[in-house]
C-alpha cells in the first residue's frame, strides 16, 4: 500500500512506522546543518549552557540552559534546570520552568515538572505536566511586568525610560 506526496511522487509503506510522526517533526527542528550538540544517553552534564542552533539531550544535566536555539529532551533524557530557548520538544523528563519564544511541545513519554510560558503549548495525551502554563508571548510577559513597577519620589529613570527604584 502506498500514498502519493504533495509532489506526486508514489511512497510505499513498509515495516514498523511507529513514531515517524515525532522523527519527522524532529528532522525538521534539527536541520543537518544546525544540529551543533547531542549528549547522549550515557552522558552526565553539570554547569551552564549557551547555545545556537539545534541540541538534544538523551544523558542526565543539571544547570541553566539560555539559547537563541532549540532544545530536543529525549526519551532518556533528564534534565534539572531553568530553560530559556527559542523551542522546546520534551520527550524525556524536565525540572524546572521553561520559557520557549516559539512554541513548548511536551510528548509521551515526556513529563514537566515545573512552569511553562510559550505563545505555542502542546502537550499531547499521556504526558504527566506538574505546574502553572501561560500562552503568551516571552515579550508581551517582559512588558506586563514592566509595565506594574511601582513609582515612588525616590525613583528615578535611566537613559531608557525604565524607572529605577
Not at 103 to 129: N, Q, S
Not at 138 to 145: C, F, G, L, N, T
Request: aromatic share 4%.
Amino acid at each position: 500500500m502506498g500514498y502519493k506526496t504533495g509532489s506526486g511522487r508514489d511512497r510505499s509503506h513498509t515495516g514498523n512506522h511507529r513514531g515517524t510522526h515525532h522523527r519527522k517533526v524532529d528532522r525538521k527542528m534539527a536541520k543537518k546543518d544546525n544540529i551543533i550538540a547531542f549528549l547522549g544517553e550515557k552522558t552526565s552534564f553539570e554547569g551552564k549552557l549557551n547555545f545556537e542552533g539545534t541540541l538534544q539531550i538523551d544523558g542526565c544535566y543539571r544547570g541553566d540552559i539560555t539559547a537563541s536555539g532549540d532544545l530536543i529532551i529525549g526519551r532518556t533524557g533528564k534534565v534539572e534546570s531553568n530553560i530559556h530557548v527559542s523551542t522546546i520538544i520534551v520527550n524525556g523528563e524536565v525540572h524546572g520552568n521553561v520559557v520557549a519564544e516559539k512554541c513548548i511541545e511536551i510528548r509521551v513519554p515526556g513529563k514537566v515538572y515545573g512552569d511553562i510560558l510559550a505563545p505555542t503549548v502542546v502537550i499531547h495525551e499521556g504526558v504527566i505536566f506538574e505546574g502553572n502554563c501561560r500562552t503568551q508571548s516571552v515579550k508581551a510577559q517582559e512588558k506586563a511586568k514592566l509595565s506594574v513597577l511601582p513609582t515612588s519620589r525616590g525613583s528615578e529613570k535611566d537613559h531608557s525610560g525604565v524607572t529605577r527604584l
